[in-house]
C-alpha cells in the first residue's frame, strides 16, 4: 500500500473520575490519532501516553510532534508491502515507541480496510472472546476501595490489578486482602519503589499476590532480577519493556515471570508480536496492557489479545469505565460480563464532532511536492 496522507490529530478527552497512580493523577487523557489514507481507504490509529512524560520519557506532546514534524513526513508518500517495511523505515530513529506506533499500526489498520480482513486475523490472532480484569487506581478512602472491589466480584472478574504507592500500599493491601481471601489480586508500583524496599515486597510475600507489576526503575532489568531472587512472588514487567532488545535481556536474566504487552509503549503491532513469541519460547506468560485509549487504540489491544499467548486477564476496559461518551464509534462494550468480543465488523473510528470538541491541535502530512 502507498500512504498517502497523514491527519494527526492532539485529543484530550475528560474522564469520569481522575486516575491516580504512584507518578500522580490524570483528569484527561491525553492522546494522539491518526488519520492514515492510501487511495480510497482510511483508517485510524491511537497511541496514548498521557499529558506530561510520567509513565515513560514520552507525552502526547512529543508523540503528535514527531509523528506530524519527523516521522510522518518520513514514511508518507511510499510504498509499504510489509508492516516490517514500514518498520524498518522507522529504525534510522532512537526511541520515541509510542510516536512509531501511531504510524505502524496505522499500516495494520489500514491493511484491515483494504482487504476487509480482521485485524485479529492479520495478526494471527483466533476469533475467541477475551477475558478482561478489573482495575481501581489509588482511591480516596479504604471504604471507597472495598465497594468498589465488591461490585467487581458479584460482576465475576477473575482478578483485581491494585495501583500501590507509598503511603498506598501494604496496609491496603492487608485490609483488601482480608476482605477478599479467594480473589486473585496483583499489584502495579508504576515504578515507584527500589531496591532499599525490599521490607514491604518481603512483606507482601505472604498475601498471595499472582504477581508484582513493575516495582522498580523502568529502566533497571538487573535490580528486577535481583529482586526476583529475593521475594517469593513473581514480578511483571510493564514500563521495561520499551522494545524486543530489553524484552530479550530481561528474559535472559531472570527479571521477570510476566510482561504486560501494550501495542504503544513497545513501538506498534509488529514489536508487539515479536515479544509475544520471544516471552512463548521462554515459557512467560503475556497479557495485554491499556492505556485509557480511546475505543480507537482499546479495540487495537482487543484484537491483539486474541493470540494463544495472551493468557492472563489483560487491562480492558468498557468506555463507560472512564468516559461519560467515547471519543469513537462504536464505543468498546463487554460482550458478556467481563469479555470483549474480537471485531469483526470493522474497528471504531472517531464521531467527527467529538473529535473536533476533544482536539487540542492536529495536522495534516503529504508527501512532498
Known amino acids: 500500500m502507498r500512504i498517502d ?13 481522575p486516575w491516580r497512580t504512584a507518578y500522580g493523577v490524570d483528569y484527561n487523557i491525553h492522546s494522539v490519532l491518526v488519520k492514515l489514507t492510501s487511495g480510497e481507504d482510511e483508517a485510524w490509529s491511537e497511541s496514548t501516553c498521557f499529558f506530561a512524560p510520567t509513565y515513560l520519557s514520552e507525552s502526547a506532546g512529543s508523540v503528535f510532534y514527531h509523528v506530524s514534524e519527523v516521522f510522518g513526513p518520513h514514511i508518507v508518500g511510499r510504498e509499504y508491502e510489509t508492516a516490517v517495511e514500514l518498520h524498518e523505515r522507522l529504525q534510522m530513529f532512537k526511541g520515541n515507541s509510542f510516536a512509531k506506533a501511531a504510524l505502524e499500526i496505522g499500516w495494520w489498520t489500514l491493511q484491515t480496510k483494504i482487504t476487509c480482513t480482521p485485524l485479529h486475523r492479520l495478526l494471527g490472532g483466533e476469533t475467541r472472546d477475551v477475558v478482561a480484569g478489573a482495575d481501581f487506581g489509588i482511591q480516596d478512602s479504604y471504604d471507597m476501595l ?23 500500599d501494604l496496609e491496603m493491601l492487608q485490609v483488601v486482602c482480608k476482605a477478599f481471601p479467594a480473589m486473585t489480586f496483583h499489584i502495579d508500583c508504576n515504578s515507584g519503589y527500589t531496591l532499599d524496599d525490599l521490607p514491604f515486597f518481603k512483606a507482601i510475600d505472604d498475601l498471595g499476590l499472582a504477581f508484582i507489576e513493575q ?18 512472588t513473581p514480578i511483571c514487567l510493564d514500563e521495561s519493556i520499551v522494545d524486543t532488545k530489553v524484552a530479550e535481556q530481561a528474559i535472559r536474566v531472570g527479571a521477570c515471570k510476566f510482561i504486560n504487552i501494550k501495542p504503544g509503549r ?5 514489536n508487539a508480536l515479536i515479544v509475544h513469541d520471544m516471552a512463548k519460547d521462554a515459557g512467560i506468560p503475556v497479557w495485554i496492557g491499556g492505556m485509557l485509549e480511546s475505543a480507537v487504540g482499546a479495540a487495537i489491544c482487543v484484537e491483539l489479545a486474541t493470540l494463544d499467548n495472551f493468557t492472563y486477564p489483560g487491562d480492558l476496559f468498557p468506555s463507560s469505565r472512564f468516559y461519560a461518551q467515547d471519543l469513537a464509534d462504536p464505543p468498546l462494550e463487554f460482550s458478556d460480563g467481563h469479555l470483549f468480543s474480537p471485531l469483526t465488523n470493522g474497528l471504531p473510528t472517531p464521531d467527527p464532532e467529538r473529535l473536533a470538541a476533544q482536539t487540542v491541535r492536529s495536522k495534516v502530512v503529504l508527501p512532498e511536492a
Open 146 to 168: 472495598l465497594g468498589n472491589i465488591q461490585q467487581a466480584v458479584d460482576a465475576g472478574f477473575p482478578r483485581i490489578k491494585l495501583k500501590v504507592a507509598p503511603g498506598w
Open 5 to 17: 496522507r497523514l491527519d494527526v490529530y492532539y485529543v484530550a478527552m475528560p474522564l469520569i473520575y
Open 215 to 232: 516495582p522498580l526503575h523502568y529502566a533497571d532489568v538487573l535490580d528486577h532480577a535481583e529482586l526476583a531472587k529475593k521475594i517469593q
Open 266 to 270: 513497545i513501538g506498534g503491532l509488529t
